[in-house]
């Protein structure tokens, strides 16, 4: 970890001087795990697993698979505590502005303060709002879930399109296929849809097999003015008005509803406030899964479903505001991060989800933790020498051995990886021999993520142990991985998983000094690309200021597609 960020002022501060301290003392632990293997590591040290690993609520956590030493953990906690990450946790868990740029609190955990307990001392309005808006959301789903709500025609509703990109898609998106188990059997089904792309490429495939007269679209956007949602919005509504010969104010009230933290935008653009769901502008879009964005997630899989994700994720806000930072997991996976990143210098971390229904968890956590920390300068604009957020990827990890595996074992990238599997597989909507064959399937899952793990960790080495066969080799091994174990994946413990990974942004943010809650890094781009809009429609001239490639290329597109 570099220390070119410390100004002199900070040098003199005493808990600038610890961490100088401490960065030292990680660095000189880096430099003896780097000279013996993982496996020698594992060898050397009996009771690691039990030292290394953590048992909490639904989690078994093991990091016994990384490189560190158990006196690396320490000093890691150690590090996060001279952070002045508790002061900073308070702030965050209790409403006060951590997002300096912006100048907004960080709302998502209140979103999820249980009806039943006293909000933080200063947050009663805060959380009275959120909890007037769940009210509402609730009202709205229970009213289409149940025929209640008409179409323009008279018709029930049967499909729900949620329309919107980046945290207005990602999370709902995510959580309704990973519970899609959990629907409840007896109500009426209601099919949820998503549409992301601007290119149309999800939405044109959709319209055509859509009823018109039976489909509500929801339009999520917390700026309401996301060029990406503005435009599959415009081409469903023309598409609503043509089919149904309906005029647009009929249309907008009986087929749209919209979902956003700017009402103004809302309501100007034609949407009764009776079709409006808000939430506040405290809460970042990669963080609103809670908010009334969750919405498609309460019509896909019933409000308890939505109720019991909130409960989860406010069960690890307690776990990260009250357990010992040692034994405090968003803590403990954050210093881990760091400790790749920063210290070993591994620039590349793969979510490998052993379980198909947590396909979108990569998506969802690029999102989370790229958008986040992927930024080279301090909350203050002080260029950052070290590394931050490292490059997030991944794949459901029985399909990804059969694809970049192959790089992690025998390739030349220092990768990180974090394996994630539920230990129980079936669910009480599984019937008896279903469950069982189910469970068989999952055992295969899970005998192949520790296998992956367990190479990973000990390449060649792990012959010894399980083959004996001395033919094979190669296999490079000391890439450092994470195991989370849940005990069944279920609502509440996603909501909890979740919410691990929020915060573990978070303590990440403190040590890197970063402000985690603003994305200054996209906004050019969408600036840029509203210029060479205008050029393709024709609005404006071409630019001979432009960069030659970016000139040639949009002449090229304008002869081969003329307006
Ligand atoms: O990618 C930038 C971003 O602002 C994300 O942070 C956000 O989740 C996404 O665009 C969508 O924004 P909105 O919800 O305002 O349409």
Known sequence: MESSTVTSSEKSDPREQATARLSQMLEHSADEVMSCSLHQLMQDDGGRFSQLSRRVGPFLVDFSKQRVTRQTMDLLVWLASNSGLAAKRKALLEGEIVNASERRPALHPL????????????????????????QRMEELVERIRSGGWRGATGETISDVV????????????????ALSEFAPQ???????????????????????????????????????????????????LSWLMRELGQSESSIKRHHILGVSSREDRMTQWGLPTDNQLHFAEGVGGRFSLWSPIGISVGLALGMPTFHELLAG???????????????????????????????????????????????????YLQQLEMESNGKS????????????????WGEVGPNAQHAFFQLLHQGTHDVSCEFIAPVQRYTEAHHDREALELQAQHRLTLANCLAQSQLLALGDDALDTSLGDDTISGYRGNQPSTTLLLDALTPWSLGALLALYEHKVFVQ???????????????????????LHDILEERAPMNDELDASTRDLLAHIHMAVPR
């Open 377 to 392: 300068t301090t909350a203050e604009g002080i260029p950052i020498d070290g590394t931050t957020c490292p490059i997030l």
């Open 509 to 531: 943010s403190v040590i890197w000094k970063i402000n985690p809650f603003d994305q200054p890094g996209v906004e050019l781009g969408k600036r840029l690309a509203t210029g």
């Open 313 to 363: 994720a406010h069960w690890m806000d307690r776990h990260f505001a009250e357990a010992p930072m040692i034994k405090n997991l968003p803590v403990l996976l954050a210093m881990l991060g760091v400790w790749n990143s920063d210290f070993l210098h591994i620039p590349s971390h793969a979510v490998l989800p052993y379980d198909g229904r947590l396909a979108l968890l990569p998506s």
């Open 186 to 236: 007896s109500e009426r089904k209601m099919a949820v849809h998503f549409v992301s792309t601007m290119d149309g490429a999800q939405l044109a495939p959709l319209l055509r097999r859509l009823d018109p007269k039976r489909t509500l679209f929801i339009l999520s956007s917390k700026s309401f003015t996301t060029v990406d949602t503005q435009f599959n919005m415009r081409t469903a």
């Open 111 to 134: 979103l999820r303060w249980p009806h039943d307990k006293r909000p933080p001392a200063g947050c009663e309005s805060v959380v009275k709002a959120i909890h007037g808006e769940l």
């Open 162 to 177: 949620n329309i919107g990109v980046g945290g207005s898609d990602l999370g709902p998106r995510m959580a309704c296929q």
